[in-house]
């Protein structure tokens, strides 16, 4: 982990309500792993006082530069929309997390993303097909066109499964998706980031299977480095739920086992 | 070069930067941005004699120039604190002050004297102002009675110099610092920070887990600022200033109130480098005035004539 400024090398609309900054960061971009993120101070002198955080989308194949999908949330990203042009510098601290664990033996795996969730998971679908892993994705959000990073899982060459809220069917469709790949793909883990019901699907699916599944979480953050105990989310210490404790989602996650966030 | 140097009740400080409990290095790690040592004296997260979980999310919240916040001092069990933390920070090339808290007056003494026997601190931090328990911190400083009480206790079980951090509620500052002084403290660290409120105008509910919380950060400066001046006034113990604290131009407005030290506070969760940066500034700041030591910066916004009041020995008010 560490705080450095970074060159921009592009920051531009990536598709629906989504940006995509892209910026010169070798020795973060290099530590990566799949999961974890940045912190991203864009300040001036009157504010917005904390960073915000952010999965990372993508790296480099050189693994020099790494890039960040955003939604256009409120001050601190239409900040960065419109202060980091190329040219400027972008004030990051990283890698921060603990990112998702991908077992050496795995041969398929499932990533579940929706909406700004999906930027979670493309760096770990390079990181399976690097290893010879086929990943099969089932996307989903409010619209079709805030449906990011569609064209980074079908290269990888796995089934890509879109469903959006305003088609029928709406988001439910993703987890019958899932469900009935899963009856015909002997998925070996489950990768999710965006939406309880998605991990309540995945937990559910996982025990049956007697697989792992894995879900990146959010929570309002202050450091992001583990100094402030500011980010807890109430998790399960035991599959059972009997046992629970809170845990900085900055530190030991983003990335948790779903038996460890399901209905905790 | 400038003389940097400070004693404070005989911990030598090679420079007057520290930090606030609880705002710098978790988990172990106190040298994750900048190596511990380059501040003069090092002050962890308050710990208490049980364990407990910590205060229910959501425990941050943005404001304007600041922090809202309520995490009440989550805590590992003290065996553990004894097994694990307190080797790491013994080991430190840093002064050490531990902060401390309990519930009870008895609670207090019995964990000042087991920090006290672990020979690993070189002073230790009352905890009279946590804003986000529900027992102890503020009840004792709000009450000069309870306060006097309580040192005098803490006071008897160790040897090492005694710190009393403070809360900035002006109507009870100065009988409760006086108090603190005569029972024996050896400096104050102020300001906590004060309790604070956000309601969310959707559901007209407190928006932090907590319902109530503390405000910290620069939006609390010139209040502490002014606090830290009161008792430059009010008391004669050496003042470790906070309170928003973000760069060398604070660290030098905190000193002229009368603060011999100035801890970085939330700054550091937002710009980790924030102190190592202050200290090379305050430095080539004080050869461009021509300043050879910084000792003189403290207490200079009370004038040259001004005299701060003699030690207090007793009670200023009945007990
Ligand atoms: C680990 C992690 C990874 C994330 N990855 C992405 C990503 O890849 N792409 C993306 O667009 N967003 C991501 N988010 C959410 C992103 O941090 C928020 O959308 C962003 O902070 C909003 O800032 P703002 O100033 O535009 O919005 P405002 O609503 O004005 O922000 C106000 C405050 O709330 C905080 N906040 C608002 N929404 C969230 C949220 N969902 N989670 C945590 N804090 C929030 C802000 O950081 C800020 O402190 C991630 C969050 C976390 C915790
Ligand atoms: C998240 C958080 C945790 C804190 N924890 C402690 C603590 O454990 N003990 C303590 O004495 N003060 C604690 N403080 C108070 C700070 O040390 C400091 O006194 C206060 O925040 C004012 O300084 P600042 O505005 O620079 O942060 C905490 C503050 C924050 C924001
Ligand atoms: S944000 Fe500070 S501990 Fe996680």
Same mark, same amino acid.
């Given at each position: 982990m560490e705080q450095i400024n970074a060159s921009v090398v592009s920051n531009e609309p990536l598709t629906g309500e989504y940006w995509l900054l892209q910026v010169d960061a070798p020795s973060i971009s290099a530590a990566l792993e799949p999961g974890q993120f940045v912190n991203i101070r864009v300040s001036g002198e009157h504010g917005p006082f904390l960073r915000r955080p952010f999965s990372v989308y993508r790296v480099s194949s050189d693994r020099t530069r790494l890039q960040v999908a955003y939604k256009l949330v409120g001050e601190g990203c239409r900040l960065m929309r419109d202060t980091l042009r190329p040219g400027t510098t972008c004030d990051l601290i990283g890698p921060l997390g603990t990112g998702y664990d991908l077992p050496a033996e795995a041969r398929t795996i499932a990533l579940v993303g929706r909406g700004i969730g999906i930027a979670a998971l493309p760096t770990l679908a390079d990181l399976a097909a690097s290893r010879g892993i086929t990943s099969h994705a089932f996307l989903s959000a409010r619209t079709r066109d805030n449906i990011v990073g569609t064209e980074i899982f079908s290269h990888h060459g796995g089934m890509v499964f879109l469903h959006s809220d305003d088609q029928p069917g709406g988001v439910t469709m993703v987890t019958d998706h899932l469900l009935a790949e899963a009856s015909k793909i002997d998925f070996d883990a489950i990768y999710v980031c965006g939406s309880n019901r998605l991990i309540r699907a995945a937990d559910t699916l996982a025990r049956k299977l007697n697989i792992p599944a894995q879900s990146a979480m959010e929570q309002h953050m202050? !450091?992001?480095? &583990?100094? !402030?105990? &500011? !980010?807890v989310i109430e998790v399960n210490l035991d599959p059972a739920g009997e046992k629970k404790a809170y845990r900085e989602v900055c530190h030991y996650g983003p990335v948790f086992n779903t038996w460890e966030v399901v209905n905790a | 070069m400038p003389d940097l140097s400070i004693n404070i009740a005989g911990i030598e400080m090679k420079n007057p930067l520290t930090v606030g409990s609880g705002t710098y290095g978790h988990h172990g790690n106190f040298n994750q941005f900048f190596p511990v040592e380059t501040m003069g004296v090092l002050v962890p997260k308050t710990v208490r004699p049980i364990e407990w979980p910590g205060n229910p999310p959501r425990r941050v919240i943005e404001v304007p120039s600041g922090l809202h916040s309520s995490v009440g001092i989550p805590s590992i069990s003290w065996e553990q604190f004894e097994a694990v933390d307190a080797p790491r920070l013994r080991d430190l090339p840093v002064p050490v002050i531990q902060s401390v808290i309990g519930r009870t007056e008895v609670e207090y003494a019995e964990v000042v004297a087991r920090a006290s026997a672990l020979n690993a601190f070189q002073g230790l931090e009352l905890n009279l102002s946590c804003p986000n328990l529900k027992q102890g911190g503020l009840d004792f400083g709000y009450d000069p009675d309870a306060a006097y009480k309580l040192v005098k206790r803490a006071r008897q079980e160790t040897d090492l110099p005694l710190v009393a951090k403070l809360a900035p509620d002006y109507s009870s500052l100065v009988s409760v610092a006086q108090a603190i002084e005569a029972a024996g403290a050896d400096a104050v660290a102020l300001v906590n920070a004060p309790r604070a409120m956000c309601i969310d105008i959707e559901t007209l509910k407190p928006m932090i887990g907590n319902g109530v919380g503390a405000l910290s950060g620069p939006a609390i400066k010139p209040m502490a600022v002014y606090m830290v001046w009161t008792l430059y006034r009010s008391i004669s113990l050496p003042i470790f200033g906070m309170g928003g604290v973000a760069n060398y131009k604070d660290v030098i407005e905190f000193m002229a109130a009368g603060a011999a030290a100035v801890a970085f506070g939330t700054v550091s969760y937002v710009d980790p480098m924030a102190l190592p940066r202050a200290l090379v500034d305050l430095e080539t700041w004080l050869v461009e005035k021509g300043i050879d030591d910084v000792k003189s910066l403290i207490g200079a916004a009370h004038g040259s004539d001004f005299q701060r009041p003699a030690p207090l020995k007793e009670m200023k008010h009945a007990v």
């Open positions: 202050a !450091c992001g480095f &583990g100094d !402030c105990h &500011g !980010c | -």
